[in-house]
């Protein structure tokens, strides 16, 4: 039916006679001829229809916006004049010979000249894939796809499906259950990652292994967070952490190179304490110049006790942020600042403009100035490289609170006063991270998963201190986004269960849930290390959008529903006896009440 | 860590010092030294250690059966002597220098020298898939998908994903269910094919897609189903079936080319009708030479109702199956094939010996042979190509008995005679299907599914007449399994619905459920056609086994368990109660009563 794609023609064609198939993507008449834009996945290309043509002209003349069409006709060049230097096939166009109306459609439900709500997109998901804005990013995700597999490929590396229909993991809470019908009353789970089967598979001796893998996760969702998401699964035997960065890095180099032209260069390394001091995140944006600066040291001993309280506090931190040009902020920007950084908890936002560098301590304007001295106020001034025109921007209060307020303020400050460059590329590792976190009542969680080895401590050392413990862990950062995180893996059974001690899984559950894996690391488990990456959010990298239902063809909305086939949905009596189920008076009033 | 794999060591590595990673697949001591036949992922290796070696010996002497272990060493020829032909490597081995146990091993729990259930190779699947034939058809696994999917993007196809959180699709009573914690009381469904989303990307316009994706079906499980199953899905627009057929052939012909060597050829097209006539399947084994021959015409005149009621009944059916020397066949066999031939409804298995063919009716012998006369023999014997030391196997009775009787007995005297060539690939495409079978309630369903276009008919004809109707459809058989299947779609609302009215489910329904896909059909919807092939079925030909689970590294039993992880299990409250979800009292009498 088709001999080229609309989207492919050029000079080269001219005097050709060509097939096309597609949509009618506008149509204008002029001077008693018809034109029509029309549309393959490919682009578009110009079809003139003169009014000579008889029944190809009385055909085109029904022609509507979206009509599916095949054309037959001759490509020629297009007079310089009318050269349409926005348009991939501009110096072409095509004169029909034969026209055939395919499918007729009816007028479009939604205007896509106009501004259309997401939620209007999503219900109309079909026609909204018809923009080429849409289809391009759905275009790009299968060429990235293609060139990790190709890569992966070449690089050795086994493609193996693992289930879908798994057992119950460790970060159970989010888990989709999926009941069973055979074992009523069981259930499976949807994985929220291959991570045991991907580590079975290296005791199998798999070697290296990869998959494009759909995960699950049944959580209170964020923007940039799908109930599916897909993630290139990585698990490699006998590497060390470097050699799987190395790799990894590699292939996400050269996918940058092929698919963007651009050279991310090679990967800088930060260890996570480094990352959160100087930058207050564990996926800081490097492309924003602005850090943050420790400062306890010179004022512990200031009258002030905002300030030397938290400095002669184990547990506090004060540390500040130098903004280039920062002082011509007004008092109400400032104020706003101060209520978004109390967002995180931050009682305040001190601040000092720097009106004249040169006159050191008279040169500045700041509402805690009478609480300082001038070698106080030097000595910020010098270690911050504060220039006249600056404003530095103080936290002062417990460690964790400071860090992530002054981490997220950077960011802010990096984008409304446009420090952030948003056109350049800023990868790095971030290493080192400590193995346990603790939460607000004290228990200790794995900062990665509880598979992640602990550096340098054995087993005893580790259940007698776990806060010390650091662990074998990396993740990859581009622009602030996380994209992969991976580690070096526990190899053997009595670390694997000293880890699940110190988590406070006893024996029993132990047995319960992993009994499997430690079984499995009993056989001569070899050592193995992999990483994740997040598709999605390379792909949302990739394209450059921040919404990452942009790159998903069937997306869901935050509240995990899909507009256009109305999923999740009720299910019928005979369904739910057959799964021995029955649903609660709670769905019930979850019902009413929505 | 390694310099080469085990497996890849040959000749041209003699002389070169290498580091090796793997696993002790044996340990023999032999004249004073140690031979450890070394396994990686790509074969084994014979590592020689030497008394002399001090520590290496030492260590090595600590090595039992499934060590992991790294060696450093040279590689040197074997004596002519002591060349093994029977190994990959065989030619050379490797005199360590260096050894390092990284970790042991606990004896094996099964041993694979032994008969080993499928059950307890399923329990230790992490150990199974060590077995290199286990390994090897894994491997086999990943470059057969790696082949599909360069084959497909080299041909213009889009890998796109669609969701696995799905809604109820129409063959809804195989669904399975996943509880929404968002939205309580309702289910999403895991999708049993991506259909009407691969229909929605065409409507899209994306020409050409394809996915290797995961389906599920809750189905009382044949020992070659999955509950999870993989399948190569494809979709194109403004492609004939003939078109689709010929892009799909050769992709296959191009695997078994690549894979394994063999060139399948031109497949031949065959009608359902004809398959089901000749072979009594509409998946038949080509390399099986018996067919089944009609001759109710021969018979609709004897006396013997047996024949005579079927032969003039349009609804029944007389034919039989020559077999060539099956004379041979002892009363007992044919007692046997009788009790065969009467699961599947045939009431009796008249059969006729020809112990001389030259002697026409006196040559022959059969316990039906005195209600026949001597045309009657000689025109059934004449239309067989009987030939001395043959039987004849008759079946007369409902059309649907005899065809699926003798389509069963056709397979099963094939195999049991050895007249099936296994080591012989037959391909062919099965086409021109029924739209709709009847039930035995009389309810129409569709033979393919409600998206498969009826060939030739409008919609309105085919609502007056829809068991006339012919559908679009063709299946890819290959030895007597179907590996894949697809159809022309329908593309147009009208015929849509036509198809759902036939179908009983009325418009009320059809809203509700595919309101979606009858909206999208409206907007300049193209002609379009695809295939879905089974990936499990296809690498269990590729690799020659007929047990479906070999190909899938971590399988469910018949009853959909998993062995080794024990999934599914039971919930916890909390979670139930997150869902809104509370488990009947059926599902505690089916506990007790396991």
Redesign the interface.
């Known amino acids: ?2 001999t080229q794609y609309c989207g492919h023609l050029n000079k080269a064609h001219v005097g050709q006679e060509v097939s096309l ?4 993507n506008r149509r204008r008449d002029l001077g008693g001829l018809i034109f029509i834009d029309m ?3 490919e682009g578009l290309v110009q079809v003139v229809i003169d009014p000579d043509m008889g029944d190809v002209y009385e055909q085109a003349n029904k022609l509507r916006n ?3 069409l ?1 054309i037959r006709g001759e490509v020629r060049a297009r007079p310089e004049s009318q050269i349409n230097s926005d348009m991939a096939t501009g110096e072409v166009e095509v004169v029909a010979k034969g026209l055939e109306i ?5 007028p ?1 439900p939604i205007d896509f000249n106009q501004f259309i709500s997401e939620e209007q997109r999503l219900k109309y ?3 909204d ?2 923009r080429p804005e849409m ?1 391009d990013r ?2 790009l ?2 060429k990235a ?2 060139f990790v ?2 890569f992966l ?1 070449d690089n050795d590396f ?11 993991t460790p970060e ?2 989010r ?16 994985p929220q990652s291959p991570q ?2 991907k580590q ?2 290296m ?5 290296r292994y990869y998959q494009i893998v ?1 995960c ?1 996760r ?1 959580e209170d969702l964020r923007a940039d967070r799908q ?2 998401f ?1 993630q290139i699964d990585i698990e490699t ?4 952490a470097d050699q799987v960065r190395e790799v990894t890095e590699q292939l996400i180099r050269d996918m940058w190179q092929s698919l963007l032209n651009v050279d991310l260069g090679a990967f800088p390394t930060m260890k996570y304490e480094e990352a959160m001091r100087r930058f207050g995140s564990d996926k800081p944006d490097l492309r924003n110049p602005l850090e943050i600066v420790d400062v306890a040291d010179i004022v512990k001993d200031v009258e002030f006790k905002v300030f030397s309280g938290p400095a002669n506090d184990e547990k506090g931190r004060v540390a500040v942020i130098r903004v280039p040009g920062g002082a011509s902020l007004s008092r109400k920007q400032i104020d706003e600042y101060t209520h978004f950084v109390g967002i995180y908890g931050a009682k305040g936002l001190a601040w000092m403009k720097v009106n004249d560098r040169d006159a050191g301590f008279d040169g500045i304007q700041s509402p805690v100035a009478k609480f300082l001295n001038a070698e106080v106020v030097e000595s910020i001034l010098s270690r911050t490289e504060a220039q006249t025109g600056d404003i530095i921007l103080f936290g002062a209060d417990k460690k964790s609170v400071v860090t992530e307020a002054l981490g997220a303020l950077r960011v802010k400050l990096g984008l409304d006063l446009e420090l952030t460059d948003t056109q350049a590329w800023a990868p790095l590792w971030v290493i080192d991270f400590p193995m346990f976190e603790e939460d607000d009542e004290g228990n200790l969680h794995a900062m990665h998963h509880p598979f992640t080895a602990p550096t340098d401590v054995t087993p005893e050392e580790l259940v007698v201190n776990p806060a010390a413990a650091n662990s074998n862990a990396y993740d990859m950062v581009i622009n602030g986004y996380e994209v992969g995180g991976g580690s070096v893996r526990i ?2 059974p009595e670390m694997q269960a000293a880890v699940f001690e110190t988590l406070g899984i006893d024996e029993q559950e132990q047995r319960k849930k992993f009994g ?1 894996l430690l079984d ?1 690391l ?6 193995h290390a992999g990483l994740a990456f997040g598709m999605d959010r390379l792909v949302m990298l990739l394209s450059g959008t921040e919404n990452i239902r942009d790159v ?3 997306p ?1 909305t935050t ?4 507009l ?9 009596d005979a ?1 739910l ?1 057959e ?10 009033q ?2 009413h009440s929505e």
Chains 1, 2 share one sequence.
């Open positions: 039916m088709r198939c597609g949509w009618v549309r393959d996945r979206e009509f599916c095949t395919i499918n007729r459609s009816a479009m998901r079909y026609l894939l018809r289809s759905i275009k995700r299968a796809t293609s597999r190709r490929d086994l493609d193996i499906e693992t289930p879908v229909l798994t057992k119950a159970g809470a888990d989709y259950l999926v009941p069973s019908r055979v074992h009523k009353g069981n259930f499976y789970a949807l045991l089967f079975l598979l005791m199998s001796g798999f070697d759909k699950f049944d109930p599916e897909t035997s006998f590497m060390s190899h053997n499997f499995a009993q056989y001569g488990t070899p050592p998903i063809a069937f869901k509240a995990a529903a899909c256009m086939t109305d999923a999740p949905s009720l299910a019928n369904a006896e799964l021995a189920l029955s649903i609660t008076a709670a769905a019930e979850n019902e």
